[in-house]
């Protein structure tokens, strides 16, 4: 596929975002909501979905593979939305990015969220719902310690709830899975949760009557979309373009269900969507 030339000016490039699939546009839609000049490139891993039962080994492999399609296309940073990809496979991503000439910072949702919660809590309690993936990870865990040692964790793997959300959002078994992940919560007393997937905030009503209207329910776009602002100004790549920035869409499975799915997660119309092939070649030293 031809690529257009990519701007000369560094501040004028896209930010390159990429998840597992639909998910991540709820993270999209807070960027596009904080930074509504910047250009965005979305990459979906469609066809690899879900990446909540995967390894880390192969979250490392995924996450270097789109890492190298989007800095081919000359993104000023890179934006790690999916919450597995990102408790897995984010220090050996920064390595590899440090590594490329092109020195291409990278973001990723869990850090912020995790800093989010640490403000949020009153009592020290704070609760985690993700997939295994990143609940094996402990990356959770480790952002939390070293926001604050004295911040406990209760976390819950929720196995099938990403998969059931694409199905059907507000269905009595998205509800039977909702109060059976949030009873380890409400026994441990958090009284702040944090949704460490990207499916979850599409659940927040449903999620804030079962867990109680006093809980304070975090999750990471928003405190990602900050991070994102900041690392913007701080390497002077924030562009100078005062009218409305473009975003477009790749995915490496069909573009068709995604646009029709996509449209409910970004809250905002979905444009352009191609097809992509990833470089199944790249493999990662671990
Ligand atoms: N983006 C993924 C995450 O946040 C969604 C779930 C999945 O791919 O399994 O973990």
């Given at each position: 596929v031809p690529q257009a030339p990519a701007p000369a000016e560094p501040r004028d490039r896209p930010i390159g975002v990429f998840d597992s699939g639909v998910g991540g546009l709820t993270v999209l839609h807070e960027l596009l909501v904080r930074l509504p000049q910047e250009d965005f490139v979305y990459l979906a891993d469609t066809a690899r979905f879900p990446y909540g039962p995967r390894t880390r080994a192969e979250l490392e492999r995924f996450s270097m593979q789109i890492a190298e399609e989007l800095v081919r296309r000359r993104v000023k940073l890179l934006v790690v939305a999916c919450n597995s990809a990102a408790a897995a496979a984010l220090p050996a991503l920064t390595q590899r990015m440090m590594q490329t000439t092109l020195g291409v910072d990278v973001i990723g949702v869990v850090r912020p969220g995790a800093i989010h919660a640490v403000a949020a809590t009153h009592n020290g309690k704070v609760g985690l719902l993700a997939t295994p993936a990143t609940v094996a990870s402990g990356a959770y865990r480790e952002a939390l310690q070293a926001a604050d040692p004295h911040v406990g964790l209760t976390e819950v793997a929720c196995p099938d709830l990403a998969q059931q959300i694409e199905r059907a959002t507000f269905d009595d078994e998205v509800l039977a899975s909702v109060r059976d992940a949030c009873a380890p919560l409400r026994a441990a007393q958090v009284d702040t949760v944090i949704l460490?997937?990207?499916?979850?905030p599409l659940l927040r009503p449903m999620l804030q009557r079962t867990l109680g209207p006093d809980v304070t329910i975090v999750s990471s776009g928003a405190p990602l979309a900050r991070s994102v602002e900041h690392v913007l100004g701080a390497r002077g790549l924030a562009t100078t373009r005062t009218t409305e920035g473009a975003y477009r869409f790749l995915t490496t499975g069909d573009p068709a269900p995604f646009a029709d799915a996509g449209t409910r997660f970004l809250q905002l119309p979905l444009t352009s969507v191609d097809q992509v092939t990833l470089n199944p070649a790249l493999e990662v030293v671990a």
């Open positions: 460490g997937c990207t499916h979850y």
